[in-house]
């Protein structure tokens, strides 16, 4: 009997303690808003980069692939705007992050 008791305040606090586990890194654009994946494939191409996958992580465009210098890069973008949020970068031997720091 406790436990039919006290269900409705267990049920309360998880959905309370929901939010505070919540990623930085989750996009939370509108659906309704969202750009083409292929606009993201476009704008990645024109920058000499090879796209391997778009797909959606957390409500954000990831992408992966390989750019200009060789090395494989992984990528979260807000799907509404396609402004990049995100960037890993597993850089080859001869790569280095201040080819980055320019760009």
Sequence with gaps: MIFFKTLPWLTLALALAGPLYASDDDCYDPVDSWRPKSELQQQLQDKGWQVDRIKVDDGCYEAEGVDT???????????ASLKIRELEIKFTE???ASDYLDR
Excluded: Q, R, V
Excluded at 69 to 79: I, M, R
């Design 69 to 79: 210098l060789g090395n494989h890069f992984e990528a979260k973008y807000s799907p």
């Design 94 to 96: 001869e790569g280095s």
